[in-house]
């Protein structure tokens, strides 16, 4: 207790000192900034299960057939009448009623029993009609009194034609009403003219996200052979395709200048396609040319993830605008900015697409891989023989691994030994 009382008591003035003023009476101290929170990048794991939990499903939309292909069902296919909604005919040949011969009526006229009518393959079987003759079954001929009849040829079968017989009855594919496509399919061509037979002319599909490209970088050039300080753009052959595959729309593909007033300009909605993600590439850093996190800044944005602990791909951002648009900012290098597409891009697309979150799954490490002082690695591999091999060529300028590989797996710093399990995930385009 003294220990705490000495400790705590005010010091005599020294001989020569000012006697201390009141406390109303000393200049009031500056005020200091307050010290900012130190964030530390997230991990792997978190990055995605961020990416992917920060964001809702967009809601259904309704879309013409002809854009339907690929898009995933909201609601389930219905048939509006019955398919088909009348009565035809499978054959070329004769509407029949009745028993042979038959008495050549003029077409769509009701038939009486030993009458016909020609007809064709989907025509409309014409009623009192109880059967179609096939062509090749059937034979024009005359009776006693040479008025035309019609009479069964030599290919008719026995018993030709059976009552129904080659008759496609209402309703025989489908009852109205029936569900003919279940919600949550991925709609083909097939099914496309499936709901135009069923009479629908719009299908209600799973938002797709809408998703704007801008390029930064003052060095990349689109074309040809670059020169020395300059870089071919990777990005405009690959990434739009790669977006797709997510589940993502490419609406619009903008290039900014490395300024802040010219990455704000790219970084604006559009009215007249607006897009529900920005997806950049390069000026993801912190120095002087980088100028994508203080355009976020000053558009309000909020940040969700704010780089990563992993290599390549570490200075990845994931942020959102006030708007509701989030903005996955890429690196600038193509194989960084791949391995960061598919860790935070490809979970948030699939989280606004109604999707699950990618899988992950194990690989068994094909080499040793040695212990490193830092974050997690993502290193491009190929099978063989069952094993995981790291793939050569994976500098995070490179793609030449990348473009060999089976899939990527998830090496801790602390290595891997061979047969070592693994988590690893797939690409897009395998």
Same mark, same amino acid.
């Given at each position: ?310 290599? +390549? ?8 605008? +006030? ?108």
């Amino acid at each position: 207790m003294g220990g705490q009382v000495a400790a705590y008591a005010e010091a005599a003035p020294s001989a020569g000192e000012p006697e201390p003023q009141p406390a109303a009476l000393q200049p009031a101290a500056e005020p200091q900034p307050e010290p900012q929170p130190r964030t530390l990048p997230h991990t792997w794991e978190e990055a995605r299960t961020a990416a992917y939990e920060v964001a809702r499903p967009l809601p259904a939309v309704d879309v013409e057939l002809a854009q339907g292909a690929g898009r995933k069902l909201a609601a389930g296919i219905v048939a509006l009448h019955p398919m088909p909604h009348y009565a035809s005919s499978a054959m070329d040949g004769w509407a029949v009623a009745g028993s042979p011969p038959w008495i050549l009526a003029g077409p769509g006229r009701r038939l009486a029993p030993g009458q016909a009518s020609p007809i064709v393959t989907g025509g409309l079987v014409p009623p009192g009609a109880k059967a179609v003759l096939r062509s090749e079954a059937g034979l024009l001929s005359t009776d006693d009194d040479g008025l035309p009849v019609l009479v069964r040829g030599g290919a008719a079968r026995p018993g030709e034609p059976k009552n129904g017989q080659h008759i496609r009855p209402a309703g025989k594919e489908a009852a109205e009403g029936e569900l003919l496509v279940k919600p949550g399919t991925v709609l083909n061509p097939a099914h496309l003219a499936l709901a135009a037979l069923g009479g629908l002319d719009e299908l209600s599909v799973l938002g797709r996200p809408a998703v704007q490209l801008v390029l930064t970088g003052d060095e990349v050039v689109q074309h040809g052979i670059p020169a020395p300080g300059q870089v071919r753009d990777a990005f405009t052959p690959q990434l739009g395709g790669v977006v797709e595959l997510l589940g993502g729309t490419v609406v619009g593909l903008r290039r900014a200048a490395d300024n802040l007033a010219a990455t704000l300009e790219a970084l604006a909605d559009s009215e007249g396609n607006p897009a529900d993600v920005v997806i950049t590439t390069g000026a993801t850093g912190r120095s002087s040319a980088d100028f994508l996190r203080p355009a976020i800044a000053a558009m309000g944005g909020t940040f969700h993830v704010d780089g990563i602990a992993m290599r +390549p791909g570490h200075p990845s951002l994931l942020a959102e605008f +006030p708007d509701g648009r989030f903005l996955v900012g890429l690196p600038g290098n193509p194989l960084a900015a791949m391995i960061a597409l598919l860790t935070i891009g490809a979970p948030l697309l699939a989280r606004l697409g109604s999707s699950p979150l990618p899988p992950t799954f194990e690989v068994a490490c094909g080499s040793p891989i040695k212990e490193y002082h830092g974050p997690t690695r993502l290193m491009p591999y190929r099978l063989l023989y069952g094993l995981a091999s790291p793939c050569a060529n994976t500098d995070s300028a490179m793609m030449r691994g990348m473009a060999a590989a089976d899939g990527v797996m998830v090496v801790p710093p602390h290595g891997a030994k061979m047969g070592e399990p693994l988590t690893a995930f797939g690409l897009p385009w395998t």
